[in-house]
C-alpha cells in the first residue's frame, strides 16, 4: 500500500451516483469521491473500471485494497446481486455480503445486502447500512428510524433489529409532479413558502384524501387566486409529507424517531412530525452511511481474519 | 354556401387535439375531423390558419361558416380569453361566449367560456359543454356528472345549474408514473389484470391513505413475488381510482351519477362506483359534447338572428 494510501475504501453505490470515501486504518476519512456513474448508467461489465478508474492513484503496489459498498451494486440489475435478507434481522449489513469476480487483483469488493419484508411486499438497498449506522451509536435504541428521499423508508427498530419497514415514494413524486404534470405551470422553481407549507401540512393531517383532492387546487389557486409558485411548490410538498406522516402514523406514533437525510429535506420531516405530535431527532446522513459501512468493514474484516 | 356544405362547424379545442364536426342544417354530423393542433402546440397567431386550413375546402363563397368552440382555445394561453363563469350557474355555455377578430371574412368563430369556483379553488374548460349536453337530454337531473379524463371532473348538478365541482388529477398520474417513476419497470405497456384491479379499489375504499401506502408496493410486488406489468398497472388504477372515489363519496354518496368519458375509462369508473355502492349511468362521451355544442350554437343564433 502506498505510504498514506487508504486501508479501506467505504462505497455507497446508488442509481444516480457513486460516493466513496478513501478510509484510513483508524476509520478516518482521508478523501470523499462524488461520481455520477450510478447503476442507471452502468452495464453489469462497467462497475468494475468504474472503479478502477476513480481509485487508480490510491491502489496498493502489493495485496489488495478493500472496498465495502452498499446499495445497489447489490441489486439483481446491478454489479453482483447480494440478495436481500428478510426482516426481523439485525440492521448490520456485513451478513450475506457477496463478492464480485474482479479481473484487477489489487481491488477486493464486497457488496452489503439490502432487506426485503414479504407482506407487506417491501425492500430497501442502502437504508439498511444506515440504519446499521444509526444503531452502532444507539444499540439499544427501541423506535422509528426515518429516511427521507427519493423513496422514504420507515423502519420499525426493536431489540436490536429491524422488525419491518414502510417505503414512500413521496419524494419521487414531489420530483415528478413540477416537472411532468400540469403543476409545471404553477410549482416549478425553486421558491418556498413556509407558511403554506404548514398549512398543507395540517390540511393533509385532519382531512382524509387531502392529497387526492388537493392537487389540482394547486393549479387552480395560480389561475384564479395567483398563488406564486414557491406557494404551489411548498404546498405540494406539504400535502405529500402530511400524507405520508398521516399514513405511517402506525409507525412512528408514540415512539422516538430518528431522522437521516439530507438536512434541508430531513428539516421539513422534523418540522411535520412535530405538527403531527411526534418528536424527532436529526442524524447526519453521511455519518451515518459511513458509520453502517465501518461496522461492515470490521465485521468482515473479523471473519477473514 | 356550397351546395351540401356545413352549416355551421362544431369544435372541440383541447390541450393537445382538435376535433371538428361538420355539421347540417338539422343539426346532424356531415363530417368529423381531427387534428393533433391542440393549445399547446399553437402560438396566439396560430388558431385561425390552423382552422383555415382544416375548414378550407368548405368554406363559403358568400357569408361566413360559424364555428362553436369549447375548451383550451379560451384559456389565457389560448386563442381569444374567455373568462370562466363563476358556480353556481347554468351549464349552458353560450353566455359569456367570446369572439375572437380574423383576418379571413368567411369564417365566425364563438368561443365558450369555462366555469370556475373559488373556494375550494377548481376551474374547467370543454366539460361545461358536455355537461350542459348531458342536460339537454335531462334537463331536471338532479345528481353528479362525472367525466373521466386526464383531469376528472364531479359536477354537483341541481335546479339546473352546476352547484359546484371537483377536478382529480387521477388520469395524470396513471399516466405518469408509469412512464417517469420507478413504476416504469413494473407497470409499463397495456397488460391488465382485471382481479387485481377490482382488488385494489376494495382495498383504496377500506383503507385509509392506500394510495400513499400502496405506491411503492406494487414495485416491491414485482421484485418480491413477480407481479405482472398488467397485475401491478391494474393495481396502480385501481388505487388511483379507488382513492378518487373515497375523496369524492360527499359528492356521489347517495346520488344518482352520469359518466361521460372515453369508453373503457368510465367502465372503469362504473365499475369502481359500483363497488363502492354507487350507481352510475354511461353516456357516450361524443354525443354529450356535440348535444352541448348544438345547444350553444342554437342559443348564439337566437341573439343574433
Same mark, same amino acid.
Given at each position: 500500500? &502506498?505510504?498514506?494510501?487508504? *486501508?479501506? /475504501?467505504?462505497?455507497?453505490?446508488?442509481?444516480?451516483? #457513486?460516493? #466513496?470515501?478513501?478510509?484510513?486504518?483508524?476509520? *478516518? /476519512?482521508?478523501?470523499?469521491?462524488?461520481?455520477? !456513474?450510478?447503476?442507471?448508467?452502468? @452495464?453489469?461489465?462497467? $462497475?468494475?473500471?468504474?472503479?478502477?478508474?476513480?481509485? =487508480?492513484?490510491?491502489?496498493? *503496489?502489493?495485496?489488495?485494497?478493500? /472496498?465495502? !459498498?452498499?446499495?445497489?451494486?447489490? &441489486?439483481?440489475?446491478?454489479? !453482483? =446481486?447480494?440478495? $436481500?435478507?428478510?426482516?426481523? !434481522?439485525? &440492521?448490520?449489513?456485513?451478513?450475506?455480503?457477496?463478492?464480485? =469476480?474482479?479481473?484487477?487483483?489489487?481491488?477486493?469488493v464486497r457488496i452489503l445486502p439490502g432487506l426485503c419484508q414479504k407482506a407487506p411486499a417491501d425492500v430497501m438497498r442502502g437504508e439498511e447500512t444506515q440504519i446499521a449506522g444509526v444503531l452502532l451509536g444507539s444499540p439499544d435504541f427501541d423506535g422509528v428510524v426515518c429516511l427521507p428521499g427519493t423513496h422514504t423508508k420507515w423502519a420499525d427498530v426493536r431489540n436490536g433489529e429491524v422488525a419491518g419497514f414502510k417505503t414512500f415514494m413521496t419524494g419521487e413524486l414531489f420530483d415528478l409532479l413540477p416537472r411532468h404534470s400540469i403543476l409545471r405551470h404553477s410549482a416549478a422553481g425553486a421558491d418556498w413558502d413556509e407558511a403554506a407549507f404548514e398549512e398543507a401540512v395540517a390540511q393533509a393531517l385532519s382531512v382524509p384524501h387531502a392529497l387526492m383532492a388537493g392537487l389540482f387546487g394547486l393549479r387552480a389557486e395560480a389561475i384564479l387566486n395567483k398563488a406564486s409558485a414557491g406557494t404551489c411548490r411548498a404546498r405540494l410538498s406539504g400535502l405529500l409529507i402530511g400524507s405520508e406522516l398521516a399514513a405511517a402514523r402506525a409507525l412512528w406514533g408514540g415512539r422516538p424517531v430518528k431522522l437521516v437525510g439530507e438536512h434541508k429535506l430531513a428539516a421539513l420531516y422534523q418540522k411535520a412530525l412535530v405538527q403531527a405530535g411526534g418528536a424527532a431527532e436529526n442524524l447526519d446522513s453521511e455519518i451515518t452511511t #459511513?458509520?453502517?459501512?465501518?461496522?461492515? $468493514?470490521?465485521?468482515? =474484516? @473479523?471473519?477473514t481474519s
Open positions: 500500500m &502506498a505510504e498514506g494510501g487508504p *486501508a479501506w /475504501v467505504a462505497a455507497d453505490w446508488g442509481t444516480s451516483h #457513486l460516493r #466513496l470515501w478513501l478510509m484510513d486504518a483508524g476509520g *478516518a /476519512v482521508l478523501r470523499r469521491i462524488d461520481a455520477p !456513474c450510478g447503476m442507471s448508467r452502468l @452495464e453489469r461489465d462497467g $462497475y468494475e473500471p468504474a472503479l478502477l478508474a476513480l481509485l =487508480e492513484g490510491v491502489l496498493p *503496489a502489493q495485496g489488495h485494497l478493500p /472496498v465495502i !459498498c452498499c446499495g445497489m451494486a447489490g &441489486a439483481a440489475q446491478g454489479w !453482483c =446481486e447480494a440478495p $436481500y435478507r428478510e426482516v426481523p !434481522c439485525p &440492521a448490520a449489513a456485513a451478513e450475506g455480503a457477496v463478492e464480485p =469476480e474482479l479481473e484487477d487483483p489489487r481491488l477486493r #459511513l458509520n453502517g459501512l465501518r461496522a461492515a $468493514y470490521r465485521a468482515l =474484516e @473479523e471473519q
